[in-house]
C-alpha cells in the first residue's frame, strides 16, 4: 500500500493503483506523432469522430476505422463504456487538428455497425 495526498487529503492507494497512474503518467502525448496507432474521441468544433489514428499528415491525422458521431448520448458513459447512440462509420477519415477542441483516448473497439 502506498499513501497518496489528492487535492490535500491522504489516500491508501495498492501498489498496483500506484504503478497505473505512473504508466499513465509516462505514456504523455508530446507530438502529434504519438497519436498515431492509438485510438480516440475527437470533439471539434462542429463534429465528433472516433477512430485509430493511422499517420499525421500536416495539420491532419488521417483515421482509420473510422466513425462520424451524430449522437454520443451521455457522454460518460461513452467514454467509459463505449455506449453510443448514433454513429455513422466511414472508414478512413481526416480530422483537422487545428479544428480539434479536445479528445479522449478510446478504448474500446472502434464502431463498424450504423447505428
Not at 50 to 64: D, H, P, Y
Not at 85 to 101: M, Q
Request: charged content about 30%; some cysteine.
Amino acid at each position: 500500500m502506498k499513501t497518496i495526498t489528492v487535492g490535500g487529503e491522504k489516500m491508501e492507494i495498492s501498489d498496483e493503483q500506484y504503478q497505473e497512474i505512473l504508466d499513465a503518467a509516462s505514456k504523455q502525448i508530446e507530438t502529434y506523432e504519438d497519436l498515431v496507432g492509438k485510438k480516440f474521441y475527437f470533439r471539434t468544433v462542429t463534429y465528433h469522430q472516433i477512430g485509430e489514428v493511422k499517420k499525421i499528415v500536416g495539420r491532419f491525422a488521417l483515421l482509420k476505422d473510422a466513425s462520424w458521431i451524430a449522437d454520443s448520448g451521455r457522454f460518460m458513459q461513452a467514454i467509459k463504456d463505449g455506449t453510443l447512440d448514433e454513429v455513422e462509420p466511414v472508414g478512413e477519415a481526416f480530422v483537422n487538428l487545428d479544428t480539434v477542441i479536445d479528445f479522449f483516448p478510446w478504448k474500446h473497439k472502434c464502431p463498424t455497425e450504423q447505428k
